[in-house]
């Protein structure tokens, strides 16, 4: 079972590139979600997408875009990066967003640093 | 706005020994409260979920506790392993406007032998 399936594992940009973080799930699950994780703040979500078609805002959307292509898959883009977005980011999903079925399954995260 | 505090940041322990981790939030209103284990360099993966009507559940060596008066909840690990050795994440989901899921910043749990 490939679960949640994140790429890159590791990247490693300049200030001002670009990229895409790929994400994609094959538990036909309705919500996606990226979070990033920074040594002792915890899990902050960036963008989430209650099922396919939309997407919205989490609590640190700024530098971020992203997109759910389809029902599998969820990307998540840095259009000029800065050192601030050097972090570990986290691609989950999930059944529901509301109610008692909402665990997370996450992906095993992408290690991002902004030189 | 909606908290999740859990206490303490860190926790050595030696392997066999049992240990609780806390859990304190002011999410409202309350639909769910789950732990969370991480292990280094790998996503969060669930450990247990309670509800409002549920006090206690038991996976295996740990067990949760919830007390949704004082909004607080517990993990309980029973004899510990090495394995044990992760972060433990507490998650508390809201219902109506609030059910974006608010994470706890985590337990750094360490087992020595």
């Known amino acids: 079972n490939a679960g949640v399936t994140q790429t890159p594992k590791f990247q490693v940009l300049k200030t001002g590139q670009s990229m895409t973080l790929q994400c994609a799930q094959d538990m036909n699950h309705n919500s996606m979600y990226w979070y990033r994780q920074d040594p002792g703040m915890g899990l902050r979500l960036i963008y989430y997408s209650a099922s396919e078609g939309t997407t919205d805002k989490g609590e640190v959307p700024n530098g971020y875009n992203v997109s759910r292509l389809n029902k599998r898959e969820f990307s998540l883009r840095l259009e000029s990066a800065a050192p601030s977005q050097t972090s570990v980011y986290f691609c989950?999903?999930?059944?529901?967003?509301?109610?008692?079925?909402?665990?997370?399954?996450f992906g095993q995260g992408t290690r991002l640093t902004v030189v | 706005k909606n908290q999740v505090e859990q206490s303490p940041q860190s926790l050595i322990i030696l392997e066999g020994k049992n240990c609780t981790l806390q859990c304190n939030y002011t999410v409202s209103p309350f639909s769910n409260l789950r732990w969370y284990k991480q292990d280094t360099g790998r996503g969060p993966v669930s450990l247990t979920i309670m509800t409002f009507s549920e006090n206690t559940k038991s996976n295996g060596r740990y067990t949760a506790t919830l007390d949704a008066d004082t909004k607080q909840s517990s993990l309980h690990i029973t004899a510990s392993q090495l394995s044990d050795s992760a972060s433990y994440i507490c998650v508390v989901s809201g219902s109506g406007g609030s059910y974006i899921p608010t994470f706890g910043r985590g337990t750094s749990l360490i087992v020595h032998p």
């Open positions: 989950a999903s999930g059944w529901s967003l509301v109610g008692s079925n909402t665990e997370a399954f």
